[in-house]
């Protein structure tokens, strides 16, 4: 059974150990070493998203799917911000079609402002939400920092081979 370390908090939820360790942290007392860990690999698509997030579910794994930062179990989360994406993108192209009036005639003939605007703004708040979780924005991976792999080294690489590999054709 999975031990919660707390019920109630205060601020921002703390990172993943994984994030942490990527951005440099070495204070142990801050690092979760009993993290629950994931299966690498990616989540199916789920069939039944909106018209059209599919073709940015494709676009999310193609991008963010190679690094690793995405995971079977983030599926939720990337319906959340494809779906979300997709809702943004059909209102604004609604405002565009009814004339981009920030301010429309309300029931009572007074100027009021545009409805769509409201939903526009909560479509593109739960996009850069889900966006932010999944680190679609460049501010969330801003902080983490990847050491490059060193170039293999051939004489190492022979150095490791078994013996029998080792051997040197020659006169």
Not at 30 to 37: H, V
Request: aromatic content about 4%.
């Amino acid at each position: 059974m999975a031990a919660r370390t707390g019920n109630s908090r205060v601020g921002p939820m703390p990172a993943p150990t994984k994030l942490k360790l990527l951005r440099g942290e070495v204070k142990k007392d801050r690092l979760n070493m009993d993290e629950p860990q994931v299966a690498p690999g990616l989540p199916p698509m789920p069939p039944d998203m909106l018209e059209g997030a599919d073709a940015v579910w494709a676009h999310i794994m193609a991008t963010l799917g190679p690094t690793g930062a995405i995971t079977p179990a983030d599926g939720e989360v990337v319906r959340h911000y494809c779906e979300a994406t997709v809702t943004y993108r059909k209102l604004i192209a609604t405002y565009k079609d009814t004339g981009e009036k920030p301010v429309i005639r309300g029931r009572g003939g007074d100027v009021v402002t545009n409805p769509i605007l409201s939903a526009i703004d909560k479509a593109r708040t739960a996009a850069q939400v889900a966006g932010r979780e999944i680190g679609a924005s460049p501010a969330s991976r801003g902080t983490i920092r990847v050491k490059a792999t060193p170039t293999a080294d051939p004489f190492e690489q022979f150095l490791n081979q078994k013996p029998a590999a080792r051997r040197v054709s020659g006169g």
